[in-house]
């Protein structure tokens, strides 16, 4: 197993193909579908590393990326951000994520 990774996506179905293939890949994936329970499923199962999707309202992404960094929690964030919506990018990545990519992506680049 290559590590545990927590995929947050709040739209349902979304986020399945992704986790399929990290799987097979090697990694343990849990999805996690409510938004409001990941910063204490972050702090409870201290996953190897964090993917959020993006949401239609970008704050809320921000907003979870300040509650993580501001509690003193260090697990690396990967923000898969709308489109090719730099801006969002930069912003996720000065609120404190350690990378973003813009969709679409080729699998090759999430894995590196």
Not at 31 to 58: F, G, R
């Amino acid at each position: 197993m290559l590590g545990r990774l927590l995929l947050a996506d709040p739209e349902p179905g979304r986020s399945d193909l992704l986790a399929k293939h990290l799987q097979a890949a090697g990694y343990q994936v849990r999805l996690l579908e409510e938004s409001m329970e990941l910063v204490t499923t972050v702090e409870q199962e201290k996953p190897d590393a964090l993917i959020l999707q993006a949401v239609s309202d970008h704050q809320v992404v921000l907003q979870l990326i300040n509650q993580l960094r501001d509690g003193g929690n260090s697990v690396p964030i990967l923000h898969l951000a709308r489109g090719d919506h730099f801006s969002e990018r930069v912003a996720a990545l000065q609120a404190g994520a350690d990378d973003a990519l813009g969709s679409p992506y080729a699998l090759e680049e999430l894995h590196a």
